[in-house]
């Protein structure tokens, strides 16, 4: 193979390259609010992002805000709970002084916002959880398992889903607090224009394989 055959197979190999997707850092920010209900209608979550908390007996839940960015497509929102409670999506706290409290037919509501990237449908979502669980003078526990664990959304450009995951809540005497944790996996979806240098060099590939079995 010639210099310029050479260099023009590099030069169509690197258009390949160039176009194959990447999977882009996409930076998602929002926040959380949640309530407590029983029975089968859901309460409604507050709206705003400041700090907001609601109670089910025993249990405290306090709000989150998170601003995450993907990396290989994917993002962790995970962090321990904090004051304020940053990069979760919420935690729940047992108090010190525990009262004695049966979680049966207690539920959960987990509605998750998001500000970034504009244009996310839908902007808001809820998550709802089935409370299980006893407390009894500072001794047991509660279990939130979530209905709908894996949700999915759009934005321009692409699309991702949000995973939540359940919590397994042990009391001690000194009290605990648990995370309320996800994981958010995002979809690029890539410009018409990277399509087309992608055929183009595929294309040119096979003629210069063509060329050299034909030689």
Avoid: H, W
């Avoid at 405290?60 to 995970?78: D, K, L």
């Avoid at 004695?100 to 839908?122: I, K």
């Amino acid at each position: 193979m010639n210099i310029a055959a050479r260099f023009t197979y590099a030069a169509l190999a690197a258009s390949v390259a160039l176009a194959t997707p990447v999977a882009a850092q996409i930076t998602f920010t929002g926040y959380t609010n949640a309530c407590f209900y029983t029975g089968v209608v859901a309460c409604v979550p507050e709206t705003v992002s400041g700090v907001a908390i609601d109670v089910a007996g025993a249990l405290i839940y306090t709000n989150s805000t998170f601003s995450v960015t993907t990396a290989g497509g994917s993002a962790p929102i995970g962090n321990a709970p904090a004051a304020p409670n940053i990069n979760n999506l919420g935690s729940f706290t047992f108090p010190n002084d525990v009262p004695t409290f049966d979680f049966a037919n207690q539920r959960f509501a987990l509605s998750v916002f998001f500000t970034l990237p504009a244009g996310v449908v839908p902007p808001a979502t809820t998550f709802t959880a089935l409370l299980s669980g006893q407390v009894m003078g500072n001794t047991g526990g509660a279990t939130i398992t979530f209905d709908n664990p894996l949700q999915m959304f759009a934005f321009p450009g692409g699309s991702f889903t949000l995973k939540v995951t359940d919590v397994n809540l042990t009391n001690t005497v000194l009290g605990t607090t648990a995370a309320v944790t996800g994981n958010l996996i995002a979809t690029v979806i890539p410009e018409p224009g990277t399509y087309l240098l992608m055929a183009s060099g595929l294309a040119g590939l096979g003629i210069m394989y063509r060329r050299r079995r034909s030689a």
